[in-house]
Every structure is written in C-alpha cells, then in structure tokens.
C-alpha cells in the first residue's frame, strides 16, 4: 500500500525560517541576522530628477480630415 496522503515540506525561498527563505521575503531573524559593523556603502549623490521624456509622436502637426456626409447617410 502507498501512504494516502502527501506530505509537503518546504526548504527553500518559501520557508520563513530558513536563510533563503529570509532573503527571499527580505526580512531578518535568528537564521539571518543583521551584521551591526558592515556599512551601507558609500553615501548617494544628490541627482535631481530627470526632464519629463519627449513623445516620439507628439510633433504639434495637424492633419485636417474630411468626413464625406454620404457616409453617415
């Protein structure tokens, strides 16, 4: 006979309590914990943010259209 259910063990990115599973859900604990003496790098620069991006089809041309009223006739 086999077993008649299916037992599901995780031991991986799922698992809360494991050191993968802790880097997987960025978080820490007693499998990960915070290191106080390494540093966060160096600091940022300021860079202000960039100008808002031109639209490649946006170039302030006009197209006049002419609708045929034998059309909606």
Not at 3 to 18: A, E, H, N, Q, S
Not at 37 to 49: D, Q
């Amino acid at each position: 006979m086999g077993m008649p259910w299916i037992l599901v063990f995780y031991c991986g990115r799922g698992d809360r309590k494991t050191k993968r599973g802790k880097r997987f859900s960025h978080s820490y604990g007693n499998a990960r914990p915070r290191n106080k003496k390494k540093g966060t790098g160096p600091a940022r620069l300021y860079a202000p943010p960039a100008p808002p991006r031109k639209d490649q089809f946006e170039d302030g041309e006009i197209i006049a259209i002419e609708i045929d009223d034998d059309i909606m006739e």
